[in-house]
């Protein structure tokens, strides 16, 4: 019996370890429930409910869209994040990510649990057991993991619970998608679709086999894996992609063997606020939607984020005429800046940049310029410095990089000068302007608005504003013709022509010079103008008055100062490119007058449209007078100043076409109608140019005026400007997806006047008798 009783009691001490191995689990278990019950009710720090589960905070750039769909540029300040749907994700993409990160991806509903239990038993030594869906919860609720082991661990509940929200929330596309989304790729490179650009510039869907292997492959850790920084690390990276696709059967491992011995091929292309296409526009675009948030709210009273809300911008601007434009400044103005430094050299001009300025002079204008400098500003309303150690500052030799061109593109060089000399060096170089228009919807096409943003940031094409020269004139001819009925054939006397003192209240006789002091003989309208005449201008502008000119140029948008005195028929007044563009449109669309237009809708990120665009359209001149002043234009192409345009061989006696005319011989043969323009002592050269559906107007010009061309061979708006306008046009045409029209000008049905002066001839000639004359636009003020 005592036997019995011993095996009894040891049957009952095993039992007893048997409770409590089974309430130490059952306990475990429930402390962990416990745990994950406690973190998503909020317990240990703030979960996402179901409205941020649905709609996550992410910044998302403004995205600048082009009139062809492509994207010319982003407003962010640290995300450059542009989403895209799981559609524009090509599927050798996905198959990467899917064989590196979770292969098992379709089969859980966020947490993987033989990667778990694997990951738990051998300590983490084969790899972690984070699902895409962990690592998405990670990326948009918490971030990198702490260091702690508790708060590690309770970040990892947390990701756990999110992830399986997640999963409930949305499709596995749409998980994928967002994961794609949310990454940083470095450089600027936030999410999929920056990165594609960046590196490779391309979009998403156009991304091949290798370079998508290498974009999963930065998910391991993209500061380690830096294209930039770390190539061979990451093409290594990219090959053990390879490995696991060619392991799960995404790809044959004679694919991946040949992907493996190639290059990463990057074709890095930065994306920022001062490189890129279009970037003068962009700069525009700017203020224009600061003004438009300002007078938008939201529906709920606050104001959009331009860099963090995810607009979308639709702009007329088409990409294709952008780049042209861009190009076409591009070829032009390095070959005429290099021939302005050796006209500018130290022995043939001891004041360079400068020419016809005094010392003292010299001094002024620097001075005026040190003090409306952004490094007067810093140090005295920032740092409160006292002018006289701001002075001395700018005597100071500094480390700098400083613009050149270099191979016909914009460069940088390291140097050091002190901050006077990088300012007078500067001075020295020539600037453009150049805006290209539709003149029927206003739609501006093509912006660009100096010739490199990052060191010459001053836009000028609406911000800059010069003396416009002979490109006025035409609208002193539409008023003669508005108002007088006069024809292109009618003929005036080439004399000497005064407008007496007081008669317009002009303070004194206002008596303009022809530009060659050569005078005789009649000239019709036509050749007058083709050759800017400054004495039948001055005729017409008698016979209208000065007031009916202005209040012409009011009507057609020009909202600069124009003062109703004689002397704005040679082009006295400051107007902008913009503004010239878009009155000379008015004679190309019948004499109605459309509002340029940049911006077509904007919407939110959604897709809801917030902004609608509405044209501003007025009649101003008849269709009649808009044609005749269209034809008198066209002179200025057959026979006048604009004639190069259309020759050929000319470079065999005018060295000038060898050395700086880009681009020659244009052979343009379509119907143009145009008008240079050249401002005394060759500070502003300009050329206006129209067809049926496009008017562009360029302008080129140092920003002092006392910084000019010595003579009128290189320093004319034929000689500065017009090449631009040939460049870009010849590259329109060539495109012949643009539709850019060679028809002639659309005639009206009644017209009164005679435009056809073939039978016409005058003491000075014909209009052909010019045909290969580039008689400069000089203005005199006489």
Not at 221 to 236: F, I, T
Not at 738 to 761: Q, Y
Request: glycine share 8%; with cysteine; proline share 5%.
């Amino acid at each position: 019996m005592a036997k019995v009783k011993k095996e009894t009691k040891s049957v009952q001490d095993f039992s007893k370890y048997i409770r409590w191995f089974w309430m130490v689990f059952l306990g475990g278990i429930f402390a962990i429930l416990l745990l994950f019950f406690l973190a998503s009710w909020g317990v240990f720090g703030e979960m996402p409910d179901h409205t941020q589960l649905e709609n996550p905070r992410t910044n998302l750039a403004t995205e600048i869209i082009s009139s062809d769909g492509q994207t010319l540029g982003k407003f962010y300040f640290n995300d450059n994040r542009t989403p895209v749907s799981y559609d524009d994700l090509p599927k050798h993409l996905v198959d990467a990510l899917i064989a590196t990160e979770d292969a098992r991806f379709s089969e859980h509903s966020g947490i993987d649990a033989r990667g778990t239990l694997r990951a738990v038993v051998k300590m983490g030594s084969s790899g972690g057991a984070s699902t895409i869906s962990q690592q998405l919860a990670k990326q948009l609720f918490h971030g990198e993991g702490s260091r702690n082991i508790v708060e590690r661990v309770l970040q990892k509940i947390k990701e756990w619970i999110i992830a399986t929200r997640l999963e409930r929330q949305y499709t596995k596309e749409e998980i994928i998608a967002q994961y794609f989304n949310i990454y940083d790729f470095l450089n600027n490179a936030d999410g999929i679709r920056s990165a594609s650009r960046i590196y490779f510039s391309k979009e998403p869907k156009e991304l091949d086999l290798k370079e998508s292997a290498m974009l999963v492959g930065m998910f391991k850790n993209s500061a380690l894996y830096n294209p930039r920084r770390n190539p061979v690390g990451v093409k290594n990276r990219r090959n053990v992609v390879l490995d696991q696709m060619e392991k799960y059967d995404f790809i044959s491992m004679a694919v991946r063997d040949s992907l493996k011995k190639t290059e990463l091929d990057l074709k890095y292309s930065p994306e920022s606020h001062r490189e890129g296409i279009a970037t003068y526009f962009r700069g525009y675009l700017d203020g224009f939607m600061k003004d438009w948030i300002e007078k938008t709210p939201k529906p709920d009273g606050t104001k959009w984020n331009l860099y963090n809300d995810g607009l979308k911008i639709y702009t007329t601007i088409d990409s294709r005429m952008q780049k042209y434009a861009e190009d076409a400044v591009q070829q032009h103005m390095p070959r005429l800046q290099t021939e302005f430094f050796h006209q500018n050299t130290s022995e043939r001009n001891p004041t360079a940049p400068f020419l016809e300025l005094e010392q003292s002079e010299i001094n002024d204008l620097m001075g005026r310029s040190m003090r409306q400098s952004e490094r007067w500003r810093h140090m005295k309303y920032d740092l409160k410095k006292p002018d006289d150690e701001i002075k001395q500052s700018f005597q100071k030799p500094t480390q700098m990089s400083v613009f050149v061109w270099k191979d016909g593109k914009p460069s940088e060089v390291d140097t050091i000068m002190t901050p006077m000399d990088s300012m007078r060096y500067y001075k020295s170089f020539l600037r453009t302007g150049m805006m290209s228009m539709n003149p029927q919807t206003g739609h501006v096409k093509a912006w660009v608005g100096g010739v490199d943003y990052r060191h010459f940031q001053y836009d000028m094409v609406k911000q800059g504003k010069r003396q416009i020269g002979s490109t006025f004139k035409p609208f002193v001819y539409a008023s003669a013709i508005d108002q007088l009925h006069y024809s292109p054939c009618d003929e005036f006397p080439d004399v000497p022509f005064c407008i007496e003192a007081n008669k317009y209240g002009n303070p004194e006789e206002w008596c303009p010079k022809n530009s060659s002091n050569e005078y005789g003989g009649t000239r019709t309208l036509k050749n007058a103008l083709a050759n800017s005449v400054n004495t039948v201008t001055a005729q017409l502008m008698d016979k209208v008055g000065p007031q009916t000119v202005a209040d012409l140029v009011k009507k057609l948008g020009v909202d600069s100062d124009v003062p109703p005195v004689p002397s704005i028929a040679l082009g006295t007044p400051d107007i902008s490119v913009y503004e010239m563009v878009g009155a000379y449109a008015a004679f190309a669309n019948q004499g109605v007058y459309t509002k340029p237009v940049m911006v077509t809708n904007i919407e939110d990120k959604n897709g809801t449209i917030l902004y609608q665009f509405k044209p501003e359209t007025r009649d101003v001149l008849s269709d009649e007078t808009a044609f005749v002043t269209i034809k008198l234009l066209e002179g200025v192409t057959q026979g006048g100043s604009g004639t190069r345009l259309r020759t050929e061989g000319y470079e065999k006696w005018r060295p000038e076409y060898k050395e700086i005319i880009t681009g020659y011989p244009y052979k343009l043969e379509n119907p143009i109608a145009g008008k240079t323009g050249t401002t005394q002592n060759q500070s502003d050269g300009w050329f206006m140019g129209m067809v049926p559906n496009l008017v562009t107007g360029v302008w080129v010009g140092a920003e002092d005026r006392a910084v000019h061309f010595s003579n009128i061979t290189y320093g004319q708006g034929a000689s500065m400007a017009l090449p631009i306008w040939g460049i870009y046009m010849k590259s329109c045409y060539a495109d012949e997806s643009l539709n850019v029209s060679k028809d002639e000008f659309e005639e009206p049905v009644e017209i009164s006047i005679n435009v056809d002066c073939s039978t016409h001839t005058s003491t000075i000639g014909t209009d052909d008798s010019n045909m290969n004359d580039d008689s400069p636009d000089d203005l005199d003020f006489g």
